[in-house]
Structure formats: structure tokens, C-alpha cells
């Protein structure tokens, strides 16, 4: 077989560029050459999900924890597996000690076709009941292995993918878990990849670096076609690949350099988990290590009357709950309620930054520029701190 020349290849992803002209702004270069990042963001993500799993050979490749399309989740560290219908498999290893432990098989895993993904079964490991030491071992399978009295869950014929969230509440501090994945009815030798398969792979990961970008551009701006900044509504994220216990809440914000976003709401009586984070004008999540554009159910302060309130603002307002849009002028606005008793609906005023206070309640705490350096440093440490890639 003769392999394609180098320069045909990279021909495979000059179309991408012209994605430009679906952003929010497609006269601002800022943005275009953001988007530019972007394409290289998903070309990283596309060779561990093209090259470094097979469903003869799984093994859990890093998926986007450190390329910030698809607005991950800056709480949730992701792996993810290519598993086939006829296969055995089994996951084992350590449940640690991080907040939140879930698995999605499904299949086409977004990006790397056309279709939109479906998702065949979402599970907690919590409820699977690892054992007292914390040890996990699941068996998955389309029929239960005779004899095998374990932990089993039952994949379809056409299943594709293992996908495991590992959800931090206290970044740093908890112990995320240490889990292997393998094949039991192969061969466990994985073989040289031969020319052709090699070919193969590297078609798809550049038809995925322009493919990925394009599906979520498309989506973001039907957001901006359905809804009027700074108002929140219901989002259909499970629809989406996202996690089917949640409720997912989204808003477009828009504000000027002076003035502020304040985000209100009630806590669920009863909640697992809840979160919420700024993503730019192309589905990028906002820098979230090193600057505070997300707070979880921990890292969040609640006030005397147990309301959250959050500001949205491009300077620190002195408070708390800041979320950074680090310039960006507009972007979206998610939150999620997970295994909740209810789904408040958050509400938003858009108020001039000199004026935020006047919109807070007396209680909220004042926060120093030296607090606020202490609390992104920690931050940054916490992040850091688990496994990312």
C-alpha cells in the first residue's frame, strides 16, 4: 500500500479554517484564531481516541481534560474506551475517594461520526457496591459469563465505548480512582499496526478535528437562535452525551466591561452534586485551572437565607462567588443539579460592576486581591494535582 504524501495530508484539514464564518463573531481575529486553537485542541484529543485504544486492546485515554471543547465539566476528569458488543471486559482497580464515580457505555462517541451519540447505559459505581477495602471489579458483557457471581453490567451488541467521569468537589483532596480496563477473550498482545490501518485512523482523526468543531457550532448557535441573553432555561444535554441524572440549566451571557452578570438561585432541598461554569463563544470551557470560572456545591458560598449568588464579570467584583469571563464580552452559562429532590431555575440581572453590591446582600463577604491570588493558587494546585493526562 502506498501511503498518502504528507502535504495531501495535511490537505485533508485546510477546510476547517473556513469554520470561522459559523462563530458569533466572525469578523473579530481574537475569536478566529481561537477557533484555529481549537482544530489543534481536537487533532490532540482525536490521536488517543483514533491510536491509543482498540476494542481487542482498550485502555482508558485521557478525554477532554486538558482540550476544553464540549465544555467539559472542570470537576469531572474523563477517560474513555473503545469496547466491542462481542467482547468480555473488565474493569477493575481502586474507587479512591473523589465525589463522584460514573460510567456511560454507548455508542458513536461524538465527533467520530456524523450521528449524534446514544447512550446505552449510565451507572454510579457507588451503586454497584465496591467492596469494603474499595476495590472495584466489574465484568461487561452482552451475556453473563457463567459462573460469574461479581459485579456484571450488561452491554448491547452495538455498543462502542466505556466512558468514565471521575467528579471532584474538593479538588486536591480527594483521591481520584485508579482503574485498568482489559479484554478476557483475546489475545493480550497487541500486534504492530499494519499500513493500512494506520491510514485508515489518521483519515478519520483529521475528518474528526473538523467534524467535532463544526457539530458544536452549530449547536451553540442554535442556543443563541432559541434563547435572549441573560436568560436561563432548561438544556437537553442528555440528549447530548451528557450524564442522565442531571439537570442541566444553560444561559447566553452578555455583558459589557463594566457592568456584571449576577446569577441567583435556591439550592435543591436534597442534591448529590451541582456545579456552575462560563464556556466561551465556541464551546471552549473557560480557562478554569488558573482563573475562577466555575464553583461547585464545595468550593461555593451560600448566603445567610441559603441562596447562591454568583457574579459574572470580566474584574473581580471583590466577592466570593466570581465567575471570571476572562474578557470575553459574551459565552454561555451552564449549571447542573445532579440526583436532586428539585431543579431550580436560576435567574439573572445584568447591573453595572460599580453597582454589584447594591444587588448582594449585607452578609455576602468582601474578598481581598491577596485572598482572591491565595484562592487561585490553590485552585491551580488542586487541578493540577489529579490525573489529568
Do not use: C
Given at each position: 500500500?502506498?501511503v ?10 485546510e477546510?476547517?479554517?473556513?469554520l470561522?464564518?459559523r462563530?458569533?463573531a466572525?469578523?473579530d ?5 481561537e ?11 482525536g490521536?488517543?481516541?483514533?491510536f491509543?485504544?482498540?476494542?481487542e486492546?482498550?485502555d ?11 465544555q467539559?465539566?472542570?470537576d ?7 469496547i466491542?458488543g ?8 481502586d474507587?479512591g475517594?473523589?465525589?463522584l ?7 458513536n462517541?461524538?465527533g ?18 465496591p467492596?469494603?477495602?474499595g476495590k ?9 459469563p457463567e ?5 456484571w ?5 452495538d ?12 479538588w486536591?483532596?480527594?483521591a481520584?480512582?485508579?482503574l485498568?480496563?482489559e479484554r478476557?477473550d ?7 499496526m ?7 485512523r489518521l483519515?478519520?482523526m483529521?475528518?474528526?478535528a ?10 451553540v ?9 441573560n436568560?436561563?432555561?432548561v438544556a437537553?444535554?442528555q440528549?447530548?452525551g451528557g450524564v ?8 447566553i451571557?452578555?455583558i ?14 436534597q442534591?448529590r452534586?451541582?456545579?456552575v461554569?462560563?464556556?466561551d463563544e465556541?464551546?471552549n ?5 488558573n482563573?475562577?470560572?466555575?464553583l ?8 445567610a437565607d441559603?441562596?447562591?449568588r ?12 466570581w465567575?471570571d ?24 440581572r445584568?447591573v453595572?460592576?460599580s ?10 463577604p468582601s ?6 491570588a ?11 494535582q489529579r490525573?489529568?493526562?
Amino acid at each position: 500500500m502506498t501511503v498518502l504524501p504528507w502535504p495531501d495530508r495535511l490537505k485533508q484539514i485546510e477546510h476547517a479554517g473556513e469554520l470561522w464564518a459559523r462563530t458569533w463573531a466572525p469578523d473579530d481575529e481574537q475569536v478566529r484564531a481561537e477557533l484555529h486553537r481549537q482544530i489543534m485542541m481536537n487533532l490532540s484529543l482525536g490521536y488517543f481516541l483514533y491510536f491509543q485504544s482498540s476494542p481487542e486492546h482498550p485502555d482508558f485515554a485521557p478525554f477532554l481534560n486538558s482540550v476544553y471543547l464540549l465544555q467539559p465539566n472542570p470537576d469531572d476528569a474523563y477517560v474513555v474506551a473503545h469496547i466491542s458488543g462481542d467482547g468480555v471486559y473488565r474493569i477493575s482497580g481502586d474507587r479512591g475517594s473523589v465525589h463522584l464515580l460514573t460510567i456511560t457505555i454507548g455508542k458513536n462517541m461524538m465527533g467520530m461520526v456524523e450521528e449524534l451519540g446514544q447512550q446505552h447505559l449510565e451507572v454510579d459505581v457507588d451503586d454497584l457496591a465496591p467492596g469494603p477495602d474499595g476495590k472495584v471489579d466489574i465484568v461487561l458483557s452482552v451475556e453473563k459469563p457463567e459462573g460469574h457471581s461479581g459485579a456484571w453490567l450488561q452491554i448491547r451488541p452495538d455498543s462502542e465505548y466505556v466512558l468514565i467521569r471521575q467528579r471532584s468537589y474538593d479538588w486536591g483532596n480527594e483521591a481520584d480512582a485508579r482503574l485498568s480496563i482489559e479484554r478476557l477473550d483475546n489475545d493480550p498482545i497487541k500486534r504492530r499496526m499494519p499500513t493500512e490501518e494506520i491510514e485508515q485512523r489518521l483519515d478519520g482523526m483529521m475528518a474528526f478535528a473538523e467534524r467535532l468543531s463544526r457539530f458544536w457550532l452549530n449547536f451553540v448557535n442554535g442556543i443563541k437562535e432559541r434563547h435572549a441573553p441573560n436568560t436561563v432555561h432548561v438544556a437537553p444535554f442528555q440528549e447530548m452525551g451528557g450524564v442522565k441524572a442531571q439537570v442541566y440549566w444553560e444561559a447566553i451571557f452578555e455583558i459589557g466591561p463594566d457592568e456584571a452578570l449576577i446569577v441567583e438561585t435556591e439550592v435543591p432541598r436534597q442534591v448529590r452534586y451541582w456545579n456552575v461554569q462560563l464556556n466561551d463563544e465556541i464551546w471552549n470551557t473557560i480557562e478554569y485551572v488558573n482563573a475562577q470560572s466555575s464553583l461547585n456545591g464545595h468550593q461555593a458560598h451560600l448566603n445567610a437565607d441559603g441562596m447562591f449568588r454568583a457574579v459574572v464579570a470580566s474584574q473581580d467584583p471583590g466577592v466570593p462567588n466570581w465567575l471570571d469571563t476572562l474578557g470575553h464580552p459574551t459565552g454561555t452559562l451552564v449549571g447542573r443539579w445532579y440526583r436532586s429532590s428539585d431543579a431550580p431555575t436560576p435567574v439573572l440581572r445584568r447591573v453595572k460592576l460599580s453597582e454589584v453590591r447594591d444587588h448582594l446582600p449585607p452578609d455576602t463577604p468582601s474578598v481581598s486581591p491577596g485572598a482572591r491570588a491565595d484562592a487561585i493558587r490553590n485552585r491551580s494546585r488542586g487541578a493540577q494535582q489529579r490525573r489529568r493526562w
